[in-house]
């Protein structure tokens, strides 16, 4: 059976590590597609090498030519510039918007099937961006936002109540960016609420409140950081896990940038909810009932990814 094809737009250090991680998970062929001549060449022969002693075989493309792409299953978009300290993403928006024109005219020419994970930021509006250039149906083209939001939420909890992280489950949801919304009611620790740990006295709500700022400001922090670029650890290793939830049909159940028509009021946007990936891509928007505290800070980050989605129409007319 021929290997599935995965292709990362990008070669930068999120589409390195993409590459690295695919290879060592054995989930399919990799191309590494970058205008930068000589990077994705570079690291994907790199990466083949580590074959040998990592165990894992498969083939690493790195390449210039969108031509290259074709035919992929699952295309994962990294392309863009990452912001620098004092930035915020929604500084990025014009420049990554023209980049996002040319990857989605690429993708629609070449690999018009794939299932398309998009990381660029700011992420809400370039993933909306991104369908409307490939033209590729809504349930094949998601944002990568909750499941790392969650990641870092899921990390510092773990942290504070000195448990391992595989007994905390956390949602994060709205945009990935200021307003995002960390859900405590929805996180639990061994199946318990957050409120009700607060209640047992187990942490406090101040604490608690803390570590919700923390995980809203998780990306800053790693960027004031690294000084020279933002995260790529941890937003690669969740664009696999998406990857892999469609690759092979695992049915998970992933906060993601996902579009939304109907459920939470919504009349047709890319917002983060929690939804179903399996071999359908999105297959279903999961509608969470949420009290009034809830419901406000959602509609703010709603209302924030709604103004960067009119302002990419104001920057390009065909978006319009
Ligand atoms: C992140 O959350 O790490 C990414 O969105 C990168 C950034 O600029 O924060």
């Not at 740990?197 to 700022?213: A, E, F």
């Not at 969740?238 to 009349?267: F, H, N, T, W």
Request: aromatic share 6%.
């Amino acid at each position: 059976m021929a290997r599935p094809k995965i292709a990362l737009i990008g070669a930068g250090q999120i589409g390195g590590t993409l590459a690295h991680l695919a290879a060592i998970k054995e989930l399919g062929d990799v191309v590494l597609f970058d205008i930068a001549e000589g990077t994705p060449q570079g690291k994907a022969l790199d990466i083949a090498e580590s074959g040998p002693s990592e165990g894992f075989d498969g083939s690493f493309k790195g390449t210039n030519d969108y031509a290259d792409i074709a035919g992929a299953d699952v295309c994962i978009v990294t392309a863009g510039v990452p912001r620098k300290p004092g930035m915020s993403r929604d500084d990025l928006l014009g420049i990554n918007l023209k980049v996002m024109k040319s990857v989605g005219e690429g993708i629609k020419a070449h690999a018009p099937n794939a299932f398309v994970i998009c990381i660029t930021n700011p992420l809400d509006a370039m993933v909306w961006a991104l369908r409307e250039f490939s033209g590729l149906p809504h349930e094949k083209v998601v944002g990568m936002a909750g499941v790392l939001d969650s990641a870092r939420f899921r990390h510092f909890l773990a942290e504070e109540f000195g448990v391992s992280m595989r007994d905390v489950t956390a949602f994060v949801l709205g945009g990935h960016g200021d307003t995002m919304v960390p859900l405590t009611r929805y996180s639990t620790v061994a199946g318990i609420p957050l409120p009700d740990l607060v209640k047992m006295g187990w942490t406090t709500q101040d604490k608690l409140d803390q570590i919700v700022q923390r995980t809203r400001d998780g990306g800053a922090e790693i960027v004031a950081l690294l000084k020279t670029g933002s995260a790529f650890y941890a937003p690669a290793t969740s664009a696999i896990e998406m990857a892999e939830a469609y690759l092979r049909d695992q049915k998970r159940v992933l906060p993601c940038a996902a579009y939304v028509k109907g459920a939470y009021g919504l009349d047709g946007m890319y917002v983060g909810v929690p939804t179903v990936i399996g071999a359908n891509g999105i297959e279903k928007v999961i509608e969470i009932e949420m009290n009034a505290d809830e419901q406000a800070m959602m509609q703010k980050s709603i209302d924030a990814v709604k103004g960067l989605v009119e302002a990419c129409k104001g920057i390009d007319s065909s978006l319009s």
